[in-house]
């Protein structure tokens, strides 16, 4: 008992970093990373923290699933046909249910380009109604940025959109486990979910929840909007678990810092920016020390900083 005392402690206290330098963690599949047990049941890939390459396959996601008892529930497809099946050949090693629901967790490739393997199986795919528009719009674009940089990896890779779409929550009752898939408002992309289990107070967060690589703002994040839907909806949850989109699993502490409290950071240097009379080539330069030694900081951070100053610039 003191062991597994120990080595919750060390999960979820204590930040396992990962690291964008390294291309590839488990040599032996197109997995990034050997799918690890985060609570009994409970089941995460970690993908890469930095972004999709020939190297990880486009596994710079968590791809996660649940064995419930009377079937698998997977969170997230992955990036290609070729990361579905490799996790799929990790889920049978564990266990002979089979696979019963796929859920997308936002309409990125990382999360919807493997539909075409579950599809091929006639296991229903779930998604938000408003993911569900974004693969519409972008998911062609998006399938062939991830055949310049997968080649043949990309191989039987397909646009397939989700069979079942919700707006609110849906609920599943399967097993072992009580699953809420929740829309809980405007956060980092159109349609993004969690994943809450309420009875093991453990949440597949998305991508409402970064902390070991820098999270991106896009075109149409809307930061306030975002801040508002932790403060009131995502923090009220009292996860005591978070499986976020991309990282190792860890705290509510540390998610925090890394997401909600950078986002009112930046928002808070870009505001001083603007009230000393400063513009869009200058806020691209605000301080962001605190969070460089994040993967992806070189990427991102000039981007976001440019794109909070647009948001705010006339609020």
Do not use: C
Not at 110 to 115: D, I, K, S
Not at 186 to 214: C, I, N, T, Y
């Amino acid at each position: 008992m003191r062991l597994i005392s120990l080595l919750t402690f060390l999960l979820f206290t204590v930040p396992a970093w990962a690291s964008e330098k390294i291309a590839d963690q488990y040599p032996d599949s197109a997995l990034y990373s050997k799918p690890v047990e985060v609570i009994p049941n409970v089941w995460t890939s970690t993908g890469a923290t930095g972004p999709p390459t020939y190297e990880n396959t486009g596994h710079n996601n968590n791809l996660n699933f649940i064995v419930t008892g009377e079937g698998v529930v997977v969170i997230n497809a992955g990036a290609a046909y070729i990361l579905a099946k490799a996790l799929h050949d990790e889920i049978k090693e564990i266990t002979d249910q089979p696979v019963v629901l796929v859920i997308n967790e936002n309409g990125q490739g990382h999360a919807m380009l493997g539909n075409s393997y579950w599809a091929d199986l006639g296991v229903p795919i779930l998604a938000h109604i408003d993911a569900y528009r974004e693969m519409e719009e972008n998911a062609d674009f998006t399938l062939q940025r991830s055949r310049q940089y997968n080649k043949e990896k990309a191989e039987g890779t397909r646009v397939v959109l989700p069979s079942e779409t919700f707006e609110d929550v849906k609920i599943i009752e399967l097993g072992d486990f009580r699953i809420e898939v929740l829309y809980l408002g405007p956060a980092h992309s159109p349609g993004d979910v969690q994943v809450w289990l309420p009875e093991q107070k453990l949440v597949f967060s998305g991508d409402m929840a970064f902390h070991e690589r820098l999270l991106p703002i896009f075109e149409d994040t809307i930061v306030l909007d975002w801040i508002e839907t932790w403060e009131n909806e995502f923090e009220k949850l009292g996860a005591v678990y978070v499986v976020p989109g991309h990282g190792h699993p860890t705290n509510m502490d540390q998610v925090r810092r890394y997401t909600r409290d950078y986002l009112v950071y930046l928002r808070e240097k870009i505001g001083e920016h603007i009230d000393n009379g400063g513009d869009l080539s200058g806020a691209y330069y605000v301080d962001q020390s605190p969070y460089e030694h994040l993967d992806t900081f070189k990427e991102l951070a000039t981007r976001n900083a440019g794109r909070v100053f647009e948001q705010m610039e006339w609020e």
